[in-house]
């Protein structure tokens, strides 16, 4: 049976400037697959394969692309991205040795974590603080750690699922705690807990439903009343808050949604939430509360394993000094969910403006979009986007092959200028130019 050479097919000039061993490897896959079947092809017709199977690499790879949804937090997308002007502050620390595990004034082995919780002991008002890779991991190390072999007591309304199909009775059985069902899934009471607790009872756990809510005929244990029934029993109560916020939310987001100072002043001895999300800043899990039970989450051993590196160690870091500092415009994804209409509207005009030619047709639209990543569940807010006449479908698919995704919507393709940042207009602008002009 005839086929081209592997070395020739990869010296064809289509292939100039491609990853060349992944060149390599889809040529092999391809020749190959033809020569099992035991059918012939021309060089022309193989390399056409081995452009296809190349592609299918080339198309897994990571790239940045321009965030059209509206959704500030996609998960799909990475969720909260970092500032430039952050990742220039980290950089020397990236590309360099760092005193990540040195103490410079003892000269001896240091503590990874010792200037991030300090930071968050200082913008929290926590008694201590410590960092895990996501909060899936500080739950889990939460419960293993302060209630292995253990009841921990949830509601029956906050038996989560997060996105992925991770569920908390599941995260609980792997983390060793026993997982206690009290109340029922639409009204859970405070005598629920304090009826459930046993001679094996560890925990009251309280999960915020980050991603679903119960309304009509519900009710739900506030994080202080939980706190205070544990104490009462002499338990820990824990929150795992998912995502977290400072301040207040704009147009009404807040409404029913516990910000993180309000949960810390509630008494919860531990909370746990997303470092990323509402937060703004790299993805890690962050926990917080008091200084006794965090010494023995720093002590057990499946911190090491579930620990962070020192890129999301100093992502975090200037993200705090940020909000310390009220430098808001540092974390973008904050934002972009505070920013005004006209603001957003303003982005709008101005990518219209720049438009030199284009043969297609569109507006600009008031439309309502959410944050995304599993926070604010049901929450909608405002927003500008640019609306296009004609095959949303044809023009999504359009858009998205270079690298934008945006949305359909009552029929009409949309690019929402509530996740659209201004230095994408230039961009945005000249694929809106080629896609009118093919």
Known sequence: MKLPKIDKLCARSEFKGLFAPAVTDAAKKVVAALRESGREASEEEVAKLVKNEYFKFENAAPK????????VVHTNLGRSPISSEIWRKVEPLVSGYSNLEYDLQKGTRGDRYAFVSQ???MFFG???????????????????????????VVSRGELVEIGGSFRLPEVMANSGAILREVGATNKTRASDYADAVGENTAMFMKAHKSNYDIVGFSAEVSAGELAKVARDSNLISYYDLGSAYIGTLPFGLSKDEPNLANVIKSGADVISFSGDKLFGGPQCGIIVGRGDLVAKLRKNQLLRMLRVDKITLALLAETI???MDKNYALIKGFNQIHAPLEALEKNAQELISNLNSSNLKFEIVRSRTYVGGGTLPNKSYPTVAVAFSGEAQKLERKFRQKGVVGRIEDGRFLLDFRSIFPEHIAPLTKIIEEISNE
């Open 64 to 71: 940045p692309v321009i965030n059209a949804t509206g959704i």
């Open 119 to 121: 930071l968050m002991k």
């Open 321 to 323: 000094m940020a909000y």
């Open 126 to 152: 926590c008694e201590d603080a410590i960092v895990v890779n996501n909060n899936a991991a500080a739950v889990f190390l939460v419960l293993n750690t302060l209630a292995k072999g253990r009841e921990v």
